[in-house]
């Protein structure tokens, strides 16, 4: 009994401590240090983001004709979750901030925009409309969202893939949605997307590379879209602990080997 | 310092200025000859125009042979897209017709067969632009057919309208541009309240800093949010649940917003066909290489070719045409003619004659265009003979040979 009450004292010692130390003011690290770290981090982790996508999800990010219902919902959330995750873990783990996900939306958001409105609609002069980059700022927040209830990196990869994917998917099918409808081309049937593919020249990009739905004998009829948001979820499983691993092993645990810890 | 700098502009200035001509072409010569030569050949392209105002249509027809002896490095050919290489989107494709068909996206092509094409463009920048038919092969790469420069003339702004099926006109320069900015920006506020919320002590709180508080997070549990010790706050879960349910409310308005506006919609099209066969005259011609020899030096091509007439009238060699390049009977070109080839002793061949023709090409195109080079593994030319025949009838035969270069 005695021991319990001990131990319960100790706890509340550490307890009053750790408050302590929540507040304690430091001469050197006030809220212009915070601001530094922010704005000077923010060009690295939209780059870092930035990069990511447009290497395993580039296409399907720059032309509308690319976003269709099979690949896109599969490809991008995956490509696009992990440096997301990586800053989660490193923002919870060091501040308790579940502000990872939305932080790299934000900057990516940014990157992506002067990137697509001054080098591709003002200086290769592709209208906007034709190459918009698609946001994750929503899933974002819906991620951090998660991992702020959770408190568990398990259940939010979990979990907040599937969210991510599904806000993902909701978040730019409205910004879509006006280049899916029809209209009659050459004599067919098409989008205004694949319009859009069509007039505006991409010189070394041909048309059979665009890897977008077209029928197979093992579709689920109607049913595509969903069960590429379903599979897409759970790709983006795999990529939320390729973040998680790039966060602990590439940025967390090397300096955890030469920094002391507190 | 300063020398440094002066030399390092005086540098860099001579270098665009020097090399800026070359780079503003596509690189057409860039791939190795021997395969450009031995995989599509381009006939008879011709541009309606070289000038045009914006919106203005300029055409492109010609024809773009699979030949028989595409490499089998490369793959069996089954996909080709017939479209235009051009610096970006200054002008936009209005139609394109394969063999007579109307062909959006690529089809299916064979090896051995011809693809007339007609290609119809309409000027949007202004600017002089230098502009190629392109055949791509899926798996194998683009080739590059004949270019020519084209001139866009300002016309006072460029709209590029279209109609929907349901009788509205869009400009698909800027369609859709109002609500995609309206929505991405108010998703970017939503984001920037929940990181300020969460980054600036004077709007979250003070236990909103960050690097003073590694003590703290670094001594509790990983899946803990210290609310014991005020490390996130109740608050800080009410205002994030708010700005979630605004995030939430953001997405129901796009959602029905898109169901309204938009309730006609279909998923992106592919159309895949493959082109009709275009008539093919009667066979009357043949050839058989017997040999070819080069001379760097002087940039010439030597063959001597076997050439028999299967025919009933006689029939004479008109001209050969390798890659992007076509070489015609010196004999018998105009004076428009850009490449000319000597054809000995006579171009005509008469019925159920075989005769050895010795064509002389001699053109600083083999050079300037990198199409015979020796340092490559393979020195070869390859292309098409066409023959023609008193009553006008066109044969295309194919040839390949190895060349012998003059090295020393």
């Not at chain 1, 999800?57 to 995750?85: C, E, V, Y």
């Not at chain 1, 409309?129 to 946001?135: I, K, L, R, S």
């Not at chain 2, 803990?224 to 708010?242: A, C």
């Not at chain 2, 000597?342 to 199409?371: F, H």
Request: hydrophobic share 45%; charged share 15%; with cysteine.
């Amino acid at each position: 009994m005695a021991a319990t009450a001990a131990a319960v004292s100790a706890a509340e010692a550490e307890r009053q401590e750790l408050r302590g130390l929540l507040h304690k003011k430091y001469r050197w690290l006030d809220y212009k240090f915070d601001l530094v770290f922010w704005v000077t981090a923010a060009f690295v982790v939209g780059a870092a983001a930035d990069i990511t996508k447009l290497l395993f999800a580039g296409d399907w990010d720059f032309w509308t004709d690319w976003k269709d219902r099979q690949w896109w919902p599969i490809i991008s959330p995956f490509a696009f979750i992990i440096i997301p995750s990586a800053l989660q873990y490193i923002q919870w783990l060091a501040w308790r901030f579940p502000t990872g996900a939305t932080y790299t939306a934000v900057c990516m958001f940014l990157c992506s925009w002067v990137g697509r409105v001054y080098q591709w609609d003002a200086f290769v002069t592709y209208p906007l409309v034709f190459v918009w980059p698609a946001t994750i700022i929503p899933a974002g927040i819906f991620l951090d969202w998660v991992l702020l209830k959770t408190k568990s990196f398990v259940l939010t990869s979990v979990l907040g893939s599937m969210v991510w994917t599904l806000v993902f998917w909701s978040s730019n099918y409205m910004t879509l949605a006006p280049y899916l409808q029809p209209t009659q081309f050459m004599g067919h049937i098409l989008t205004l997307a694949d319009v859009q593919g069509i007039m505006y020249l991409r010189s070394q990009t041909p048309e059979y590379l665009r890897l977008v739905e077209n029928g197979t004998l093992r579709s689920f009829l109607d049913e595509t879209q969903y069960v590429s948001l379903v599979f897409g979820a759970t790709v983006t499983i795999a990529g939320y602990w390729i973040g998680q691993l790039i966060a602990r092993y590439l940025a967390i645990w090397p300096i955890g080997r030469f920094i002391k810890r507190f | 310092m300063r020398r440094t700098i002066f030399i390092s502009l005086v540098l860099g200035v001579s270098a665009v200025f020097t090399t800026a001509a070359a780079a503003y072409a596509h690189g057409e010569n860039s791939q190795e000859g021997f395969l450009r030569m031995e995989t599509v050949a381009f006939s008879n392209v011709q541009f309606t125009k070289d000038t045009i105002k914006q919106g203005e249509e300029v055409t492109i027809t010609g024809k773009a042979s699979l030949l028989t002896t595409w490499p089998r490095t490369l793959g069996e050919p089954d996909t080709g897209f017939l479209n235009v290489t051009a610096p970006g989107p200054v002008l936009l494709m209005k139609n394109r017709e394969i063999n007579g068909m109307s062909a959006p996206d690529a089809f299916f092509v064979k090896k051995g067969n011809a693809y007339d094409f007609k290609l119809t463009l309409v000027g949007r920048d202004v600017g002089r632009w230098h502009v190629h038919p392109t055949f791509s092969v899926a798996g194998s790469g683009t080739l590059i057919g004949p270019g020519q420069w084209i001139t866009v003339q300002d016309a006072g702004g460029f709209q590029n309208n279209h109609t929907l099926i349901n009788g509205q006109t869009v400009n698909l320069e800027n369609y859709g541009l109002g609500q995609l900015t309206i929505f991405h920006w108010l998703g970017f506020a939503l984001g920037m309240a929940w990181m300020l919320y969460w980054t600036v002590p004077a709007i979250g709180g003070a236990n909103h800093r960050t690097v003073s508080k590694l003590p703290v997070t670094l001594r509790i549990p990983l899946n803990t949010d210290g609310q014991d010790i005020g490390l996130i706050t109740p608050r800080d879960h009410r205002i994030s649940n708010y700005l979630l349910l605004a995030t939430f409310a953001l997405l129901v308005v796009g959602w029905v917003y898109q169901s309204v506006s938009f309730p006609i919609k279909i998923p992106q099209q592919v159309l895949r066909f493959t082109p009709p066969e275009l008539p093919q005259p009667a066979v009357f011609a043949s050839a058989i290489p017997k040999d070819a020899a080069f001379d760097p030096q002087t940039s010439t091509l030597i063959m001597n070719v076997d050439v028999t007439n299967t025919g009933k009238v006689p029939m004479m060699l008109k001209g050969f045409t390798t890659s992007s390049l076509t070489f015609v009977d010196q004999t018998s070109a105009g004076t428009g003619a850009e490449h000319v080839m000597v054809i000995s002793p006579s171009a005509t061949i008469a019925p159920g004659e075989t005769k050895t023709l010795n064509l002389t090409l001699r053109d600083p195109v083999w050079r300037d265009a990198r199409m015979i080079e020796v340092n490559r593994p393979r020195i070869e030319v390859a292309g098409q003979l066409l023959f023609q025949d008193q009553a006008g009838v066109q044969n295309q035969t194919t040839i390949a040979s190895s060349v012998n270069p003059k090295l020393i």
